[in-house]
């Protein structure tokens, strides 16, 4: 069952998105060689516990039984790890990439957004990876102010993608998000038989949806690494993810995890610093 929201719990939702935007300016101040992901995270959390926000992520149960929850509150993916990252002591070198991907519950609601950074100086044919795959997710925000269908959108991202040469994971989607981290419906990135059939739905005003392209610059073959999480590229190349969580309104499309204006800054029921805006 799609949960529709009303115009006052987009705007309850557009809070919560905010301490996830701020989540990742702070993150982006942080990344650069030399820092491991265990400080960035640590760095976020510091700030969830500020806001009094819930994280999303840390515990979350894993999605086979007896496995371990996951144990932080973000998932830090570098280079061939395309999601479910583990943050740990590793020090990031100049010419990584690292996905970054975090969600909080903020009074009641929840927001989520990913954004893959470039470590120093990247190699062309990975920036172009990084390039495409936000592209894709600003492709398929557009397409939500006149599309009927989530079908016409995947099935436009998924040969964005393809045009560049690289390959769409198929194995995660998107969800819908609310009171909820995970609800109706599931948002894939690209489509099949069985999507156009029982897995399609109609974009209307109140839904909210978490949209997150995941790209390989191989092929779209994964695999699971022995810590349970973290799911890397079975060919070894490197993956980007870029994602926001957009509300469907009769206006058009809103980004509930894009920068604050400065009236949501001056009102804001907790600390934005909007010095550093990073753009995704």
């Known amino acids: 069952m799609l949960q529709l929201k009303s115009d006052r719990e987009l705007g309850l939702m557009r809070w919560a998105g905010l301490v996830v935007w701020q989540a990742h300016q702070i993150a982006a101040r942080l990344i650069r060689p030399g820092v491991t992901t265990f400080q960035i ?3 976020i959390e510091r700030y969830y516990e500020t806001c009094h926000a819930e994280p999303l992520f840390l515990n979350y149960p894993h999605y086979s039984p007896g496995k371990p929850p996951f144990p932080a509150a973000s998932c830090m993916s570098a ?3 395309v999601v479910h990252g583990i943050p740990n002591h590793q020090v990031l070198q100049d010419g990584d990439i690292l996905s970054i991907d975090t969600g909080c519950r903020f009074n009641g609601w929840c927001g989520d ?3 893959t950074h ?7 044919a990975v920036q172009k990876l990084l ?3 936000q592209a894709t997710l600003d492709l398929a925000i557009d397409l939500l102010h006149h599309a009927r269908m989530w079908s016409e959108v995947a099935d436009q991202m998924a040969h964005y993608v393809q045009s ?3 390959s769409t994971v198929e194995c995660f989607v998107g969800h819908g998000i609310g009171r909820n981290m995970h609800e109706d419906p599931q948002v894939p990135n690209y489509v099949s038989r069985s999507i156009r059939g029982s897995g399609d739905f109609r974009i209307e ?3 909210v949806l978490a949209i997150e392209p995941m790209v390989n610059a191989g092929n779209k073959r994964i695999k699971l690494m022995p810590d349970q999480w973290t799911q890397v590229t079975k060919d070894g190349s490197p993956s980007a993810h870029f994602e926001h969580t957009i509300a469907i309104t009769a206006d058009g499309p809103i980004c509930l995890t894009g920068p604050p204006t400065p009236e949501e800054v001056a009102s804001a029921p907790f600390p934005i610093d909007p010095e550093v805006i990073v753009s995704w």
């Open 131 to 133: 390039d495409v795959t």
């Open 41 to 43: 995270n640590a760095a």
């Open 164 to 166: 560049h040469g690289f």
């Open 205 to 207: 005003p109140g839904l």
């Open 118 to 124: 470039p470590i120093g100086n990247v190699v062309p």
């Open 79 to 81: 280079n061939d790890a």
């Open 113 to 115: 957004a990913a954004l």
